[in-house]
């Protein structure tokens, strides 16, 4: 199993690192270009999907005709996924796709940043089997809990591998009567995480997305740049990341079993907390949305599990 894991892990980074975002840099310089309006500054890139709207962009874009010549792209309102040349199965499949629904569905309800919301919300949606069940094994983990305090009990300070194989089927049988697979959440996770490097390309690379502002922060940017230049209300962004991740991974602690019983749960949130702090700096203001919005779905849905397990037990 763990190498099977190992594999597609594996896989999927050689997926994320090919199609990738380009920022655009001077050719004099080396520097990479920033574009900066009255609030903040936004990294330009290279390889964008369709025409700026944002005049000072077109400006910014137009003096280096060289790198790209935003005259060939497509108007973003008349973007679809077949637009421009092939490049890779990442870009094609993923990335060209999460930013056509967007732009659809940005026009519709004249928002970008709201958009975002609702795709990630229609994503949960479609995958809330694969969620329901995590959060379903997390309240069968807690059930057993009890059982499995006994038999680590039984088996205390048995250290022959007779004792400890035994202690290990005995182990196994309680997770086959609690229907309960100990890597099963795993698969989730591989879902998930092309998904948000999906929705961080399509981001980047459609200007109108990057370009606007919802409730006077500016998607394109990031909670660092906006911070360090001076405009403190972008942490709201961070503190909102930090505390649905955190809500949604108490909600969602299970016990420990045979694959994980050498890891302390608190310190693997703990840290999870800490790398996801520093992430959420550097994530753009549009992708944090899509967070927020994703991880607010999983707290909602874990609660109603919670409430229909309690029932059943009543």
């Not at 949960?124 to 329901?132: C, D, H, S, V, Y």
């Amino acid at each position: 199993m763990r190498k099977n894991i190992k594999r597609i892990f594996i896989f999927l980074l050689i997926i994320l690192l090919t199609g990738c975002t380009v920022t655009l840099k001077d050719p004099k310089t080396k520097k990479v270009v920033t574009y900066e309006d009255d609030k903040v500054k936004i990294t330009l890139n290279q390889n964008i999907l369709c025409k700026p709207t944002n005049k000072g962009l077109i400006k910014k874009y137009n003096e280096y005709k060289k790198q790209i010549n935003i005259e060939k792209l497509p108007e973003c309102s008349n973007f679809t996924p077949s637009d421009g040349n092939y490049n890779n199965l990442w870009e094609t499949l993923v990335v060209k796709p999460l930013a056509w629904l967007t732009i659809k569905i940005g026009s519709l309800v004249k928002s970008y940043g709201i958009a975002l919301i609702i795709l990630s919300i229609i994503i949960r949606l479609i995958l809330a089997p694969f969620t329901k069940k995590t959060a379903m094994q997390s309240e069968n983990m807690k059930k057993m809990q009890p059982e499995m305090d006994r038999i680590n009990k039984k088996y205390e300070n048995k250290t022959d591998q007779q004792s400890l194989n035994q202690k290990s089927m005995e182990m196994m049988t309680l997770y086959k009567k609690y229907n309960i697979n100990p890597f099963s959440s795993c698969l989730f996770a591989f879902i998930q995480i092309p998904l948000l490097f999906g929705f961080l390309e399509a981001i980047n690379r459609v200007p109108v997305i990057f370009e606007e502002n919802l409730f006077g922060l500016i998607l394109g940017t990031t909670p660092l740049k906006a911070i360090t230049s001076g405009h403190i209300e972008y942490a709201i962004i961070v503190i909102l990341i930090i505390g649905t991740t955190f809500i949604s991974q108490k909600l969602n602690t299970t016990a420990p079993t045979p694959q994980t019983d050498d890891i302390n749960p608190n310190t693997m949130t703990n840290f999870l907390l800490i790398m996801i702090a520093i992430m959420s700096l550097n994530f753009s203001v549009a992708l944090s949305l899509y967070w927020i919005a994703s991880t607010l779905f999983t707290i909602i849905q874990n609660l109603i599990v919670k409430k229909t397990a309690k029932k059943e037990v009543k």
